[in-house]
């Protein structure tokens, strides 16, 4: 059984006149249709929004806990070594 080519219809879809009248009104009173669904469904808004404003409010009112180290980009191990002699040396220890 060998592979054999398949025919395949190439299908069309476009909207009649009459249908492109009927789109028009999904646009008409835009803004009440939209409170309106918010209004309906409040308690999902509020339960979605809510953790995400907490979030970015709390992010907002922290300090930087990581400053740049000394412009380089470093990250995972090599980072935390560079953190740890750093506070080491802040200390009086010196390690090296």
Known sequence: MGKQPVRMKAVVYALSPFQ???????WKDLPSKIHHKISDNWISATLLLGPLVGTYTALLDTPRLMQPLDNHHTHGAAAAAIMIRKLSKKKGRNDD
């Not at 492109?20 to 999904?26: F, N, P, R, T, W």
Request: net charge positive; aromatic share 0%; glycine share 14%.
């Open 20 to 26: 492109q009248k009927i789109m028009s009104g999904l």
